[in-house]
Every structure is written in C-alpha cells, then in structure tokens.
C-alpha cells in the first residue's frame, strides 16, 4: 500500500542534542511538508519542499533544519537551537506543485511524539 | 500571527444532534480545506472550496465558503459517534507563498 512513514512514533531529546525524525513516502508525491502539532493551536509549517533539492522555510523554522536529496524522503532535524522542542510533529505530502486557486490535498503520515528528558 | 480563526475549540454533542464548527480570515482566502483528525490519528482531507458562495455535501457533512471567501463551516447532520475527532480548516491567505495556514480546529465529541 502506498503511504507516508514517519519514525520513530516516540522521540526522546536531551539537552543539547539534535534529533532527526524520518518521514518517507512512496506515493511518488513532489511536495513534502513538516508540521508541528500542539494542544489547541492546530497544526503550524515548519518547512515545507515543492522539489528534490530544494525547500523552503515555513512559518516556524528557527531551531530547524531539513534536507530533500531525494524524493521520496524528508528527514527533519530539531536542533538544540530549538528551545521548546516538545510537540507532535507530523509529516505530509501532495502530489504536485500548486497550481493557480487550489491546493493539492495533504496526505500525512501517523506522527512522531517528541519529548523532552 | 495565526491569520485563520476557529471556533468553537471543543463541542460536546448528543448523538443525533447536529454540530456546526466555523472558520474565518481577516483576509479574502484564495481556497479553503478541511481535514479531520480522530483520536490518536493523523489528519484526513474532507474536502477544498475555491469558489465564492460555494457549497458540498459530502453525506451528512455540509461544506460552505463565505461570498467574501473569508469565511466557511462545516455542518454535521445528525451527528454519530464515527463522528468523533477533531476539524480543522486550511485557507491559503494571499502572499503566503501558496502555502496553507491551519486552523486550531474544534474537538469533537459525541455523547452516545
């Protein structure tokens, strides 16, 4: 079945330490998306890529990094920069650029919890 | 700031009664969608309005964009408790680089 898999579904950081969550899709989707989830404020763009090789920053990037070598894959990485690290983070994907009024439909993946010890 | 309102945050329901949630920009949206989440999961596509006044139904789900395109709702006929979960709404506010901004969403839930 084609779909999205993000891993791992729990993240433990420690202080002072860069974590990377997996998110990879074999829909043969080009446009991938990072989300953060927190309890009332709905889902947030942290960066969000329209093409191998290329990304953009979304609303909340600071204390993120990401990479898009390849298609089918868009790790995210928090970084110890990131001072308040602890959310739902949800990955997403649309088949193709937007195109002029409408957007393409996201599919998500199931999420990574991270926590902070 | 958040430019993509919703309201309410959380409805509790009895089964068989109806449930609104609305959505609103300060500014004319170019599309608007909505995705619901159930308990535990991750967000589903419903549905995308682009046109102004423009309404769908999907079933017991009623999906309407404002004439201004500012606004839009989700009306929930007879509500049963597959209903359960949370809505959210995402327009494409103008300059937002064609990206989608979500709202908070309203947490549904159905009382049997």
């Known amino acids: 079945d084609g779909g999205i898999t993000q891993s791992p579904k729990y993240l433990f950081r420690k202080e002072g330490q860069n974590v990377t969550l997996s998110c990879e899709q074999n829909l043969n989707h080009d446009a991938m998306y990072w989300y953060r989830q927190d309890p009332g404020q709905g889902l947030r763009l942290i960066y969000y890529?329209?093409?191998?090789?290329?990304?953009q920053k979304g609303d909340i990037a600071e204390g993120y990094s990401v990479s898009r070598e390849k298609k089918e894959s868009f790790p995210l990485t928090v970084t110890s920069a990131q001072k308040n690290p602890t959310a739902f983070y949800l990955c997403?994907?649309?088949?193709?650029?937007?195109?002029?009024?409408?957007?393409?439909?996201?599919?998500f993946g199931d999420g990574t919890r991270l926590s902070i010890l | 700031g958040q430019q993509v309102m919703q309201i309410p945050q959380y409805q509790h329901v009895q089964e068989g009664e109806d449930f609104t949630t609305y959505c609103n920009s300060s500014t004319t949206l170019s599309n608007i969608q909505w995705y619901k989440q159930r308990p535990g999961g991750h967000p589903v596509f419903l549905i995308q309005?682009?046109?102004?006044?423009e309404v769908k139904k999907q079933k017991r789900l009623t999906f309407q964009f404002g004439e201004a395109k500012k606004n839009s709702s989700l009306h929930i006929t007879a509500t049963q408790t597959t209903d359960v979960g949370t809505y959210f709404c995402?327009?494409?506010?103008?300059?937002?680089?064609?990206?989608?901004?979500f709202g908070s969403g309203t947490q549904l839930t159905v009382l049997p």
């Open positions: 890529s329209q093409i191998v090789n290329d990304f």
């Open positions: 309005l682009v046109k102004s006044g």
């Open positions: 995402a327009g494409r506010p103008p300059g937002s680089a064609r990206q989608l901004t």
């Open positions: 997403a994907s649309s088949i193709a650029r937007d195109r002029g009024q409408r957007n393409q439909p996201q599919h």
